[in-house]
């Protein structure tokens, strides 16, 4: 009879911190819920990267591929008052290794695009119209739009279009990762 008391008592025991632990772990996921609905409201401005790499449309692919560090994964182009006027990203230089498919139908002018030379400047590679983001708008919108258009990196600029800084998944990721602990 003792032993049974004890075998009761043990599993009220239990019952009591599996139902602690329980609520505990509610009231984290309702904080990195709250938290994760904060992140939507946060301006670009505060997370986007200010220590971004630039280059003039001149400049030679050469100078971009040894102007990329580690860490960078695009670069923004831009004309001497620093406005927007191409961006391009690491995938987009991979583009150029990436030949034509054997039976595809190829016209000079792609059989030119694919034939890169010491020659070959920035401006051959380039995106010229990037799909950018405000340095005004919040994460909520940077996030809708990543989702999207399928891109990682989004330049920021302002309304005349000078660029502020790059905002990419890695910062926003980085932004979770910290609210979230």
Same mark, same amino acid.
């Given at each position: ?15 009591i ?6 609520? !505990? ?42 102007s ?48 890169? &030379? ?9 995106? &010229?119209?990037?799909? &950018? ?11 809708? !739009? ?34 979230s602990?």
């Open positions: 009879m003792a032993g049974e008391k004890s075998d009761k008592a043990k599993a009220n025991k239990i019952k911190i599996h139902s602690k632990r329980k609520l !505990l772990q509610l009231r984290r996921k309702e904080e990195l819920s709250h938290n994760i609905r904060y992140i939507e409201k946060v301006p670009v401005r505060i997370v986007m990267d200010k220590d971004f790499l630039k280059l003039r449309p001149s400049d030679s692919l050469v100078t971009l591929i040894e990329m560090s580690e860490e960078e994964s695009s670069a923004v182009v831009v004309d001497d008052e620093g406005r927007l006027i191409g961006f391009v990203t690491m995938k987009d230089i991979l583009h150029f290794f990436d030949p034509p498919r054997r039976h595809s139908i190829v016209g000079f002018g792609l059989l030119k695009r694919y034939s890169m &030379t010491r020659a070959t400047k920035v401006e051959d590679i380039m995106v &010229t119209k990037p799909i &950018t983001i405000n340095v005004n708008d919040d994460l909520g919108h940077a996030i809708r !739009l990543m989702i999207e258009t399928g891109k990682h990196h989004l330049p920021v600029v302002d309304e005349e279009g000078k660029v502020h800084g790059i905002l990419e998944v890695k910062d926003i990721i980085r932004l979770i990762r910290l609210v602990l």
